[in-house]
């Protein structure tokens, strides 16, 4: 084996390292700014639950009742699905922006074998 084709397995295994490496540390940021998106989520969550509760308490009647429950659930639904899309949106980017070295190597590596 040339003393050329040993330098470019050992700087080719040095990159796959590296890109492990990279791609650890975008996963974990990734996953903690999901953490983060999730706990605020669950915060708002219990802060509207609490507001929900204290505006069907101050109902005086079964009809005013009734409009604050439908009111209340149809915001509930919009805001799980609008704060349910940010998070899916966000987990994406997290897999995504983490595999992307991993994805640099496999083609550094087809490329490799394209040439020889």
């Known amino acids: 084996m040339p003393v050329q084709n ?6 080719f295994g040095k990159d796959n390292v590296e890109a492990f490496v990279k ?3 975008l996963a974990v940021k990734g996953f903690e700014d999901l ?3 999730y706990s605020v989520f ?14 069907l308490s ?3 009647n079964p009809a005013e009742f009734q409009s604050i429950y439908n009111g209340l ?14 998070l899916q949106e966000l987990a994406n980017s997290v897999v995504t922006t ?4 991993l994805n640099a190597r496999v083609q550094a590596f087809s490329t490799l074998f394209k040439a020889a």
Do not use: Y
């Open 6 to 11: 040993f330098d470019q397995f050992v700087a």
């Open 23 to 25: 791609s650890g540390t």
């Open 35 to 37: 953490a983060k998106a």
């Open 42 to 55: 669950a915060s708002q969550s219990i802060e509207q639950t609490s507001a929900a509760v204290k505006a």
């Open 58 to 60: 101050a109902a005086k």
């Open 73 to 86: 659930t149809k915001t509930g639904i919009e805001t799980f699905i609008a704060e349910s899309r940010k």
């Open 98 to 101: 983490s595999v992307a070295p």
